[in-house]
Nanobody, 126 residues
Framework: QLQLVESGGGLVQPGGSLRLSCAAS????????IGWFRQAPGKEREGVSC????????NYADSVKGRFTISRDNAKNTVYLQMNSLEPEDTAVYYC???????????????????WGQGTQATVSS
């Protein structure tokens, strides 16, 4: 069974950090571009970041540039999202998703990602 499982969410104060993980089972992440998306209450889902299959290319939403860092460890079949300087506006359910994009050195958050995890809640509040 192909599955993505997110972890690492929680409650953190403004200015704090969280590290989200996205682990795959049943398939190898090497062959997929991975994206992180989030959805806040009452808002549409938005792309946060993505990383190419090779790991050589990353993209970020303007709202998180300079604060979030995406990385992948193909040996562990896991992708990470390091979130620093968190703000209340970052509160959302965070999802990872996999896209079998043919280009190994590109990623695009606007593509139709094939596999999705169940999400992990990140709450930024004092």
């Amino acid at each position: 069974q192909l599955q993505l499982v997110e972890s690492g969410g929680g409650l953190v104060q403004p200015g704090g950090s969280l590290r989200l993980s996205c682990a795959a089972s049943g398939f190898t992440l090497d062959y997929y571009t991975i994206g992180w998306f989030r959805q806040a209450p009452g808002k549409e889902r938005e792309g946060v970041s993505c990383i190419s299959k090779s790991g050589s290319s990353t993209n970020y939403a303007d709202s998180v540039k300079g604060r979030f860092t995406i990385s992948r460890d193909n040996a562990k079949n896991t992708v990470y999202l390091q979130m620093n300087s968190l703000e209340p506006e970052d509160t959302a359910v965070y999802y990872c998703a996999a896209d079998p994009y043919i280009f190994p050195h590109l990623c695009n958050m606007r593509r139709d990602y094939r596999y999705w995890g169940q999400g992990t809640q990140a709450t930024v509040s004092s």
